[in-house]
């Protein structure tokens, strides 16, 4: 029963990086090589915000305030701290950028801005599960894990989902926070920083609410994240509306219009 529950809880948590590596970058060699070589980078960015943010929490909460209880004051310095580090990432790839197109000379080997911000995104969401759901995976391997220390028979699974939350979270923002600074919309970091805080506090406020209304908080910020990274990068609702038809002339235009184009010659002949 525990190897059931491992199982289950380490794909929801861990199956869509897989899936989403899979179906938007194991296709192209290049975005292989620069997720590989810089997934270690990411991680090592957001790890370095969460150990600033622990000892800042650790000096003034636990030295100066003498309080272990006050859990709100080191979430939004941990907050702060994540969204600093990923404005260095961001510098750190901007000035790298040369370097990069140096490289890749062809146009067939071109890595745009919106795929560096998205493996970016990934590489954040990926050690946020990693490090949120290591411990629980491991503690849920053994005997008798139905709840951990008292919590609730849904712990496991629920945290899993909050988990998951947070993994498509720092994709989209990662996406609208690279995009707002590299065009000058700021007003974009700042939504993102806000949207953050919103997803932390309702994480914390799921002790006195329950863990239900944190789960459905944080879709609901997903969906709303998705639509406007989706408008952020240039999309319209005649667009959207497009793409769910599904019709051979909007998936393979060049090959339609051939195939019209060819008609008259048939009749011709």
């Not at 948590?13 to 290049?30: C, E, Q």
């Not at 954040?124 to 503690?139: D, E, K, P, Q, Y």
């Not at 879709?219 to 639509?227: D, G, K, R, T, Y």
């Given at each position: 029963m525990s190897m059931v529950e491992f199982l289950g809880c380490f794909l929801i948590?861990?199956?869509?990086?897989?899936?989403?590596?899979?179906?938007?970058?194991?296709?192209?060699?290049?975005l292989v090589i620069l997720c590989i070589a810089r997934l270690a980078n990411f991680a090592f960015f957001w790890m370095l915000s969460l150990l600033v943010s622990s000892a800042w929490w650790l000096f003034f909460d636990v030295i100066i305030f003498k309080t272990k209880s006050v859990v709100g004051f080191g979430v939004v310095f941990a907050v702060l701290f994540q969204e600093m580090f990923r404005f260095l990432l961001f510098k750190l790839m901007k000035k790298a950028e040369h370097g990069l197109k140096t490289v890749w000379r062809s146009d067939s080997l071109f890595v745009n801005d919106n795929q560096l911000a998205y493996v970016a995104g990934l590489g954040?969401?990926?050690?946020?599960?990693?490090?949120?759901?290591?411990?629980?995976?491991?503690?849920m391997f053994g005997p008798g894990t139905a709840g951990l220390r008292g919590h609730s028979y849904d712990f496991f699974i629920t945290s899993s989902f909050l988990s998951l939350g947070f993994l498509l979270l720092n994709i989209l923002w990662g996406i609208?926070?690279?995009h707002g600074f590299r065009w000058g919309l700021y007003h974009q970091p700042v939504i993102v920083l806000i949207s953050h805080f919103m997803v932390s506090a309702c994480s914390i406020l799921?002790?006195?609410?329950?863990?239900?209304?944190?789960?459905?908080?944080?879709?609901?910020?997903?969906?709303?994240?998705?639509?406007y990274t989706y408008k952020v990068l240039g999309g319209s609702w005649q667009l959207l509306k497009r793409s769910f038809k599904f019709t051979e002339a909007f998936w393979y235009p060049s090959s339609s219009s051939s195939s019209t184009a060819a008609q008259p010659e048939d009749k011709a002949e």
């Open positions: 948590t861990i199956g869509p990086v897989l899936v989403l590596f899979f179906m938007t970058i194991a296709h192209d060699p290049i954040f969401g990926s050690i946020h599960c990693i490090f949120n759901m290591v411990n629980l995976l491991a503690a609208i926070f690279f799921s002790f006195q609410f329950g863990v239900a209304w944190s789960i459905m908080l944080t879709l609901a910020m997903v969906i709303s994240m998705a639509f």
